[in-house]
């Protein structure tokens, strides 16, 4: 299992604890050689450290995000990190977006050639990326969507091309069991309200392909996202979620292949496993 390699492609430092901070761990923990790629440093987030100083510590915001990216993906066990190089374009219609150094605003050629360029030299047999959406909405999500989808399909008949690409999904029946299990602790999602349609969010466990047990390593998502002190305040909500509910409704982190296609009714849990008849990914 040592030559295995998995990739995620992320939008910004933190993106990668939440859906994929199981999935990189548990791979990592297995022997695997695991990369993320951050299309962007970060540098429009937020600054909630309060062991900075704002007005010192906003100009390089990019820099300390990028820090602690690498800190938060040592503790999942991220063998490599890796940066496109790309500016922050901000939240949707933000004045962010304008900056021509913005990621959302790159030239799409140029930007899925950086990202072959670390494929070849990483040779990941499985990717990770979000859906057309970016999961909800976001210019770099959608960007780095469009990015690996492009990077993954340019490389195909070359003899070490990923063999398989997955979107991170979240699972609106696995959101459902979330809320609950936290709601045993008193505790709520901060954004959810009284018309908040659970029948709207997430993707029906029907049309996910693949369910990956994490949970002996929801305890360390935590620790991982705590690492991010400019974008997480210590108060926030998800690191009060004590272990047990998570294990409870979050043990499990849901993706859906894109290729090769899957079968109807096809469900995996193990991202490497081999497709219909052939070979296992090695």
Not at 78 to 99: C, I, Q
Not at 128 to 137: M, P, R, T
Not at 183 to 192: D, F, N, Q, R, S
Request: proline share 6%.
């Amino acid at each position: 299992m040592a030559n295995r390699c998995l990739m995620a492609v992320h939008a910004h430092p933190d993106d990668e604890v939440f859906s994929t901070g199981g999935i990189l761990a548990k791979s990592a923990q297995q022997g695997d050689r695991v990369v993320v790629v951050y299309c962007t440093n970060g540098e429009a987030g937020e600054m909630h450290d309060e062991d900075l100083v704002a007005d010192e510590a906003i100009p390089r915001l990019g820099e300390i995000r990028m820090e602690e990216a690498r800190k938060a993906c040592a503790l999942l066990g991220v063998t490599d990190v890796m940066f496109l190089g790309y500016r922050d374009s901000g939240m949707k219609d933000t004045e962010e977006n304008t900056h021509p150094a913005a990621f959302a605003n790159a030239a799409l050629d140029e930007a899925t050639e950086r990202l072959i360029g670390i494929i070849r030299t990483t040779q990941p047999q499985v990717m990770i990326a979000y859906d057309e959406e970016g999961g909800y909405g976001h210019p770099d999500h959608i960007m780095a969507h469009r990015i690996a989808v492009e990077a993954f399909q340019k490389l195909q008949g070359e003899p070490d091309a990923p063999r398989k690409l997955y979107y991170s999904a979240r699972s609106r029946e696995g959101f459902r069991r979330y809320v609950e299990a936290i709601k045993e602790h008193g505790l709520t999602v901060p954004w959810i309200d009284g018309d908040f349609n659970f029948d709207e969010y997430g993707v029906p466990d029907a049309e996910i392909t693949a369910h990956i047990d994490v949970e002996p390593f929801v305890g360390l998502k935590k620790q991982a996202l705590a690492v991010h002190r400019t974008q997480i305040r210590p108060d926030f909500f998800y690191l009060q979620i004590p272990d047990e509910a998570l294990a409870a409704g979050s043990g499990v982190e849901y993706f859906v292949r894109v290729l090769p296609p899957p079968m109807a009714g096809e469900r995996e849990t193990d991202l490497f496993a081999p497709v219909a008849t052939s070979e296992a990914l090695a």
